[in-house]
């Protein structure tokens, strides 16, 4: 396939193929680009492979993809989390965004929950629409009534459960538009629809405002760039803002039903039920400029599992971590660091932030001047955009 080498530059160039990067070309191409070039590190949807390697202090990857699932032995599906970050309550959020930029927040992810179902259901996507549980464990009842409190104060859709019928726990609060879905094939499919030009297996290793240079040498040309990778990009526009971390996947086999996401009230775990596995993550926060200790901390994401299901589930079949990012104040970075930069970024996603991600990537013709913003992307973008941050070296 030709690519944008030499000649005319492509009109943009999207770093990233997971549910971000994808999203972004396909809401570029539906607002009528038509030279959209698309790189991954990996494989779209899947990312790299980082897989558990047995010498951790030295065979490790810290420029691996973002993405991390399962493609076997294991679900590949992805959470769909639409509150605020869970290991962060309302309050505390709110000391970054105040009160009206949390009902921003909970606006903005709920937007982007609605419209990754809407189009994962025109693709035929698989996904379960069980919602999502935070579970709070003996002693901490009143903190969760609180946080659910905050949450229907600020117009939150969600419920207090006063049970849970899970070992440990005793409480959670049900958010039951929240859904599990087939991320790889999401990505894929709307990479698929956008018809840009796709690069997989190369990274880019260097950035300007007109072109892009991968890993093995070659040059792409460019009007406008997107940086959309959660993974470890080493960006001095980024410095100080992003800092990269691990999370760590391990699949268990289970004969129960499909079930909602569940998520512990702090965010130390999360994990679903699907097509015959339990699918735990965690372990997170973990800078990814050390190496992973993937072979430990997958092994303790197990231990917690079979100790919270004893009798209901199997061996451990799959391990895997992957690479993603997180900003100060919990919410991503998106626009570009100046007026005149055509280097735009959505990065950032924090790990619990795919739904949130999925509004971002709809800004992408606004952002590129495309078509006019609306009001309700106004108010998005002013609490996302990358210039809250004004000790930046750039601005």
């Not at 160039?13 to 959209?36: K, M």
């Not at 919602?131 to 207090?160: A, H, P, T, W």
């Not at 790990?351 to 800004?363: D, E, H, I, P, R």
Request: proline content about 5%; glycine content about 10%; aromatic content about 10%.
């Amino acid at each position: 396939m030709h690519h944008r080498f030499e000649g005319a530059p492509s009109d943009v160039v999207v770093i990233g193929g997971g549910s971000t990067g994808a999203a972004v070309c396909y809401h570029l191409s539906r607002s009528g680009v038509g030279s959209i070039i698309c790189v991954e590190a990996g494989r779209v949807g899947v990312g790299d492979d980082c897989t558990v390697v047995s010498n951790e202090s030295e065979d490790y990857f810290p420029f691996r993809s973002g993405t991390g699932v399962f493609e076997s032995n294991g679900p590949n599906v992805i959470k769909q989390v639409v509150t605020v970050p869970p290991y962060s309550k309302v309050a505390e959020f709110a000391m970054h965004h105040g009160f009206e930029g949390v009902r921003n927040y909970l606006r903005m992810a709920a937007f982007g929950r609605d419209l990754e179902l809407e189009l994962a259901n025109m693709f035929q996507v698989p996904l379960n629409r069980l919602g999502s549980i935070m579970v709070g464990r003996l002693g901490e009842e009143m903190q969760l009534l609180e946080e659910y409190n905050s949450l229907k104060e600020l117009g939150c859709d969600c419920e207090f459960l006063k049970s849970v019928p899970l070992a440990g726990f005793t409480c959670g609060i049900r958010f039951p538009h929240d859904f599990v879905i087939d991320s790889a094939k999401y990505a894929q499919e709307l990479l698929r629809e956008s018809g840009a030009e796709l690069i997989e297996g190369h990274r880019a290793v260097d950035i300007n405002e007109t072109k892009v240079t991968l890993d093995d040498g070659r040059v792409l040309h460019c009007i406008n760039i997107i940086v959309a990778t959660g993974g470890l990009w080493l960006d001095h526009a980024l410095a100080g803002i992003l800092r990269p971390c691990y999370s760590y996947l391990t699949a268990i086999e289970t004969s129960l039903p499909s079930s909602a996401n569940y998520f512990t009230f702090g965010f130390s775990h999360d994990w679903c039920v699907s097509n015959g596995y339990i699918r735990v993550s965690g372990e997170d926060h973990y800078s990814s400029l050390k190496p992973p200790q993937s072979s430990r901390r997958c092994n303790a994401l197990a231990d917690f599992i079979h100790s919270h299901y004893p009798d209901q589930v199997g061996a451990v079949v799959n391990t895997r971590y992957g690479v993603y990012s997180e900003t100060p104040d919990g919410v991503p970075l998106v626009g570009s660091v100046t007026n005149e930069s055509r280097i735009f970024y959505m990065v950032g996603c924090n790990a619990w932030g795919q739904a949130s991600m999925s509004a971002v990537a709809s800004l992408a013709p606004s952002l590129l001047g495309i078509r006019p913003m609306t009001p309700s992307e106004e108010l998005t973008l002013a609490l996302v955009t990358i210039r809250r941050f004004k000790a930046h070296s750039k601005i």
